[in-house]
């Protein structure tokens, strides 16, 4: 535990609010009670989960581990069976057996560990391990398919409800745009459509709240997605995504209502609007619900993969075209080393993405050590080309080979939970221009602010994260 780093994540908080407020629309305009009020029920959450509640967030993670691993008895039918290599047991380790190992030994050049390798004699082949098409996308279907049937039996409503309470009543925001803050924890975009009656008359401001909430959270349905890429080296890490999904949500209202205040009359100020349901003949029956949300999280989960083919195959083709414009244009040093220009055009995007959040990372308090400060800023930083799949990856690689702190670990898991990426810009501007193309120039106006905020937000339950750790590895789930 370094105290001077829990402080360094607390003066981040102020930080990053005045970051936002540089950018606001009025800074005449502050909204006090909602920074104090979102502040504080982010420390309230801070304090259960990493305080009083450590052992809840541990069953929490543990209940959520049995659901990811039913999540992917579906895809093993799919893709082998029970032996299949392609979605294996989490501890299995496809290569030889012991009496292989043995023989290679014996027979073979004895295995010798070398600095860096993450192999061991007993792990000479690790196979297909993981392979994210067919262990990470087929939980991305499941669990849409799930919460589609949590709602048909009306089990989240009430929970949604619950929270859109506390956020209005504290903040005194509208109750619509604390509804759909609410809904975002479990939902994404489509938590617009249980207020779409007042999305028409909503203030610049709600507008602006709503977008970010959606940027700044992730859907349940990706959740089992990013808890299985680090689970490996984070076994509570599925509890602690939920935690920081509801985290962030007071921390989206307070960066949206900084960027842009509330100056109009909010229609729903006040009270929270009745989610309108349809006559009871006209519901689908729960397997139609889960079947129905099932193949919503198919269109999601070939999303995710054309997004992720797409992306990065360009990112790799701006990257190769400054590679080869600085060995040409530049060449090579004269002592035959790699300069730091031709480091940097190795990977820009990457190392410019890197070079710009590293104030945004140093703010979070998650080191003081250049080296790790630098890694850490790198995997925020690929987020807003790459989307959250590639840096989670990468973070959880860091970890395993011991780059980074268990402090550094848990601060950007925290701070990478969103939708804070070009990918999710389209689909959230479009989704919500969709239910009211009367603003459609409006909202997206409010685009690019709404992603700025949501960062933000995401960065601050980082800080909320580092302000209480203390270095229980506990809190990890080890």
């Not at 599925?238 to 209202?253: D, E, N, Q």
């Not at 409010?446 to 229980?472: P, R």
Request: net charge negative; hydrophobic share 50%; aromatic share 8%.
């Amino acid at each position: 535990m370094n105290p001077i780093l829990n402080l360094l994540s607390l003066l981040g908080i102020v930080g990053l609010c005045f970051i936002a407020w540089l950018g606001s629309e009025d800074r005449r305009v502050i909204p006090w009670k909602v920074i104090f009020w979102g502040i504080g029920l982010q420390m309230v959450v801070g304090l259960i989960v990493f305080g009083l509640g450590s052992s809840l967030i541990e069953g929490l993670s543990n209940l959520l581990n049995v659901v990811l691993d039913a999540s992917e008895a579906g895809a093993k039918f799919l893709f082998g069976g029970a032996s299949s290599m392609l979605v294996a047991e989490p501890n299995f380790a496809a290569g030889p057996g012991p009496a292989g190992r043995w023989i290679a030994r014996t027979v073979g050049t004895p295995f010798v560990a070398v600095a860096g390798d993450r192999l061991s004699p007993d792990n000479l082949n690790p196979g297909f391990a993981y392979v994210l098409a067919f262990r990470a996308l087929p939980q991305v279907i499941f669990f849409s398919g799930l919460v589609s049937l949590l709602y048909r039996l009306n089990l989240i409503q009430p929970v949604v409800k619950w929270f859109a309470i506390i956020f209005q009543k504290t903040m005194n925001i509208s109750g619509a745009e604390s509804m759909a803050g609410a809904a975002n924890i479990f939902l994404g975009i489509e938590s617009a459509i249980a207020i779409k009656p007042f999305l028409l008359d909503m203030t610049r401001s709600e507008l602006c709240a709503i977008l970010t909430s959606c940027f700044g959270s992730i859907a349940s349905s990706v959740l089992a997605l990013y808890a299985g890429l680090l689970r490996p080296t984070f076994p509570s890490i599925a509890g602690h995504l939920v935690s920081a999904s509801i985290m962030t949500i007071p921390a989206c209202f307070v960066m949206s209502k900084l960027l842009i205040p509330e100056t109009g009359d909010p229609k729903t100020l006040g009270h929270i609007p009745e989610d309108e349901e349809g006559e009871s003949s006209e519901r689908p029956n729960p397997m139609d619900s889960l079947i129905g949300g099932a193949l919503d999280g198919v269109k999601m989960a070939v999303g995710i993969a054309a997004a992720i083919i797409a992306i990065l195959g360009m990112v790799a083709l701006i990257n190769a075209v400054f590679t080869t414009i600085s060995t040409v244009v530049l060449g090579a040093s004269p002592s035959g080393e790699p300069s730091l220009i031709t480091e940097f055009f190795a990977n820009p995007l990457a190392n410019l993405m890197g070079m710009l959040f590293l104030p945004l990372t140093f703010l979070t308090g998650v080191s003081l050590d250049w080296q790790e400060l630098w890694s850490c800023s790198l995997v925020l930083g690929r987020r807003l080309f790459e989307t959250n799949i590639p840096p989670y990856q990468q973070l959880g690689r860091l970890a395993l080979s011991g780059e980074i702190s268990d402090r550094a670990l848990l601060i950007i898991s925290y701070a990478l939970c969103g939708f804070t990426h070009f990918a999710s810009y389209g689909i959230f501007i479009g989704g919500l221009s969709g239910l009211i193309p009367e603003r459609r120039n409006e909202i997206a106006s409010l685009g690019f602010k709404a992603l700025w905020a949501g960062t933000l937000a995401t960065l601050m339950s980082g800080c909320i994260a580092g302000l209480f750790d203390i270095g229980n590895a506990a809190v990890l789930g080890r």
